[in-house]
Nanobody
Framework: QVQLVESGGGLVQPGGSLRLSCAAS????????MGWYRQAPGKQRELVAA???????NYADSVKGRFTISRDNAKNTVYLHMNSLRPEDMGVYYC??????????WGQGTQVTVSS
């Protein structure tokens, strides 16, 4: 099994910054891809950013140049640095990890609110 613990969400003003963290704990499985998704009210969950075990990254067009995904393989932790936040970035952010037999594991979600 893989357990994910997310942290770092909260309320920020437009133009502000936040850093999300997601720590994966497992004793049996290898961790492969890691990523962040978000879901705004009334919308489908969408990919924000992803990173492979080798460090190759992929971003949604809407966050390119503002968000940075990184990972610490020794800690099985993925981070999302979010700068220049906009109201349209609001939503619940979910961490996803691909591990073991290429199964997807999801975090519980953390709320990001961008408002003045």
């Amino acid at each position: 099994q893989v357990q994910l613990v997310e942290s770092g969400g909260g309320l920020v003003q437009p133009g502000g910054s936040l850093r999300l963290s997601c720590a994966a704990s497992t004793t049996d499985f290898s961790i492969y891809g890691m990523g962040w998704y978000r879901q705004a009210p009334g919308k489908q969950r969408e990919l924000v950013a992803a990173i492979t075990s080798g460090g190759i990254t992929n971003y949604a067009d809407s966050v390119k140049g503002r968000f940075t995904i990184s990972r610490d393989n020794a800690k099985n932790t993925v981070y999302l640095h979010m700068n220049s936040l906009r109201p349209e970035d609001m939503g619940v952010y979910y961490c996803k990890v691909v591990a073991g037999r290429m199964y997807d594991y999801w975090g519980q979600g953390t709320q990001v609110t961008v408002s003045s």
